[in-house]
């Protein structure tokens, strides 16, 4: 939320590329836990509501919706509404929304953390492959060690106090990274170091 | 075809016995209000009950027929004051709901004067408007519009509380500004208590202008049935109270029309929850 420019730090302050945030940055995509598509919109208005808020010519940013609900096969279910979707098509929406405008700068806050295990498989591979497309820096929360590191270059790990960084973990694994990726050793090694700290919270 | 015969005759296809809920959907109501007026009629023709105490429908669909011309205008007249006061008292509680939607300190200071003037009996303040306001059109309109402000106000209040925060923070991210953020999110989210609103102000607007025709008036349903009522003609009595619903009936359905056209969404999914 803070560095969404959506509010204010309490103490401190945010950067993006040296220029301290007091709005939301221009290229910036935001996800939240919940979807938050509109339900009187279909999914091709869901998607384009990003253009038409920035005021981005119609023409351009509805082929471009195309390809990217094409990238999401959701193609046949363009003119549907929200309500006759289920979890994880919404949610691919929601990817497709985020990523229209092409921003620089992607924020997710646990984007997939109600979306059942196969279905955030698969929303973790389609991320992926949509990111190896375009290359934004995306800053991703989660509480899932798994996905942490599947997706992340970098994890940096927050203990429970709030605010406080306990470690910055390098994942240096190649991409694209896929389920068979989970049994390198340096997944393994990765996904230990960061559990080690959570072992502590038992006493 | 109509867009719901249309979508009713997929469903039957589909569903098979849909066809029949259907027919009982529609006809079912019908049957019954025509049972109760055979009984009625029957009770009037075989009790030899005289008119001036119970008219049988006969007798009213008579009065309604010969009384055509008067009760006609007398309708416009009812149905005007009424409309005008509806229209207005919405045109005056959107932008105060709206207003409190954005200050708390505004609600705070306004909403407890709102409430009072709802506490205030309408049939109290009525002989009042009529000694200010002439026993013309003018008069009928104001009382309509004080009735039915009040469920308008309050339930866009209650619809604009609904929007999640989160809606918000995405559009906002997006650069909204608040205008923006205004017509793609919070207006939507709250179009659908807004017509409840409405709708409970339609039938309310009617009562207005009806107390106000009972208090003081040269024309209009009100005026005619009071006048109707001292002559002990009943059955003109009862063709302004056959009017009267019918009126409220068709303004309401007018609103669910409206409310269907400007919110498809939120009957869509009443529909899909029976």
């Known amino acids: ?203 | 075809m109509t867009e719901g015969s249309r979508r009713y005759g997929i469903a039957s296809r589909k569903e098979g016995a849909a066809r029949a809920t259907v027919l009982g959907r529609w006809a079912l109501p019908w049957l019954v209000i025509l049972v109760v007026l055979v009984v009625w009629q029957a009770v009037v023709a075989i009790g030899h009950v005289p008119d001036f105490v119970l008219p049988s429908p006969t007798a009213v669909l008579h009065s309604i027929w010969y009384n055509q011309s008067e009760l006609w205008s007398d309708t416009l007249t009812t149905g005007g004051e009424t409309l005008a006061g509806l229209a207005i008292s919405v045109a005056i509680a959107v932008p105060i709901a709206v207003g409190f939607s954005y200050s708390r300190l505004l609600e705070t200071a306004v909403y407890p004067l709102v409430v009072a003037s709802q506490a205030v009996p309408k049939l109290a303040i009525a002989p009042l408007f009529i000694l200010w306001f002439g026993v013309g059109f003018q008069s009928k309109l104001l009382i309509a519009m004080l009735i039915a402000f009040f469920p308008t106000l309050v339930n866009t209040v209650a619809g604009l509380a609904t929007v999640p925060p989160e809606s918000v923070y995405l559009v906002r991210s997006m650069g909204a500004s608040e205008w923006q953020i205004f017509v793609h999110v919070r207006m939507p989210y709250a179009l659908p208590s807004f017509f409840a609103g409405v709708k409970v102000a339609s039938t309310l607007a009617v009562i207005g202008a009806l107390i106000g025709e009972f208090v003081g008036a040269t024309s209009g349903l009100g005026y005619t049935l009071l006048e109707a009522n001292a002559n002990l003609q009943l059955d003109l009595v009862f063709a302004c109270i056959v009017l009267l619903s019918v009126l409220g009936i068709a303004l309401f359905y007018a609103i669910v029309l409206l409310e269907r056209l400007v919110v498809p969404w939120a009957s869509q999914r009443a529909e899909a929850s029976r």
Do not use: K
């Open chain 1, 1 to 203: 939320m803070i560095v969404a420019g959506l509010r204010r730090p309490t103490s401190g302050h945010v950067e993006i590329d040296s220029v301290p945030v007091t709005e939301p940055y221009s290229s910036l995509g935001v996800m939240f836990q919940t979807d938050q598509l509109l339900e009187w919109l279909t999914v091709t208005d869901n998607i384009l509501l990003q253009a038409r808020i920035r005021r981005l010519p119609e023409g351009q940013a509805r082929a471009r919706a195309e390809v990217l609900l094409e990238e999401a096969g959701l193609s046949s279910f363009r003119q549907f509404f929200p309500r006759q979707l289920s979890g994880g098509m919404r949610q691919r929406v929601a990817i497709c929304r985020t990523l229209l405008h092409d921003p620089r700068l992607l924020l997710m806050d646990e984007p997939f953390g109600a979306l059942d295990a196969l279905t955030r498989d698969r929303m973790l591979r389609f991320l992926q492959r949509t990111w190896l497309r375009r290359r934004a820096t995306v800053l991703f929360v989660t509480h899932s060690v798994d996905e942490a590191v599947f997706l992340s270059d970098r994890v940096i790990v927050m203990s429970s106090e709030a605010g406080a960084i306990v470690d910055d973990v390098p994942v240096v694994l190649p991409r694209p990274r896929a389920t068979l990726t989970r049994s390198q050793p340096a997944f393994g090694t990765a996904v230990a170091r960061i559990m080690s700290y959570f072992e502590n919270d038992d006493d």
